[in-house]
């Protein structure tokens, strides 16, 4: 090693004084941070521990630590509130509604992000349009579908209701991801002998899974935490109403269960941890492919 390279390394004293100001730069944000943090997630502890309380104990503090844990809350809420029967309900059309949006919006955004062809700027200027429109404006065109079609008062009828829209972010989120792969791939493919369809299923989609796990992840707490059109589609079928519709079971006419509530409100949650928890790498992923692109 050169003269010139021993004096360009940082000196023993230098080193340790980087060190020294990184720790205490890293000790004053975790300083700073874990109070935020703690006052962000309080509200969601606050659920869980009034979960395990009675009534009288939920208002008489902001403690987080039940003094005798009432786990017959769960059971109440999962029987007698019928939540068992709400939660399949809406296990059934968030699943099913999160197949069909992904496949709908995939192949648009496959369409828009590989192909040019006439008027494609004005169809995503409307996608883009109709986010400005408020759900509750569309309310009504869509419940006079749905009964046309025969299927008020199903499962089916909600899970179209909540797979219809634009889902304009979805559809951008593929249009601009598909749009940044390389072309060889899509041309060997076709040189190959496969079809159109083939192309997409097998070769374009799957090395869109960031893609896809995001909006996953997107629609199911969208469509899980739905109220308005569960609530609208199943007004006369009290059985196929889903976890959100079904938290008015606690609440009477003159009483309200806020710990059965708070209980039903828990076991909602619980689904919506554990997809993200299970493909959270491939949404950060797919989130940051959005930003670059």
Known sequence: MSVANLDAQPTPP????????????????????????????????????????TNAEIFGGLGLIPADPQWQNYVRAWEQARIGQYFLNTVIITVSSVILVIVVTSMIGYVLGRYAFPGKKAIIGIFVATVFLPTGYTIIPVFEMVNRLGLADTLWGVILAQSGGAHVLYILLFAGYF???????????IMDGASFVRVFVQVMLPLAMPI??????????????????????????????????????????????????????????????????????YFVEGIAGAVKQ
Do not use: C
């Open 179 to 189: 749009s940044q792969l390389p072309r060889e791939l899509e041309e060997a493919a």
């Open 212 to 281: 896809v796990a995001t909006v996953i992840i997107l629609h199911f707490i969208n469509s899980w935490n739905d109220f308005l059109l569960p609530l609208v589609l199943t007004l006369s079928r009290p059985d196929l109403r889903t976890l959100a519709v079904g938290m008015y079971a606690f609440r009477g006419e003159f009483y309200v269960d806020w710990s059965g509530m708070a209980a039903a409100a828990s076991i909602s949650l619980l689904p919506v941890i554990l997809v993200f928890l299970f493909m959270q790498r």
């Open 14 to 53: 230098r080193r340790r004084r980087r060190v020294r100001a990184s720790v205490l730069r890293a000790t004053i944000i975790s300083l700073i941070l874990i109070p935020i943090g703690l006052l962000w997630i309080y509200p969601l502890l606050w659920m869980v521990s009034a979960s395990l309380k």
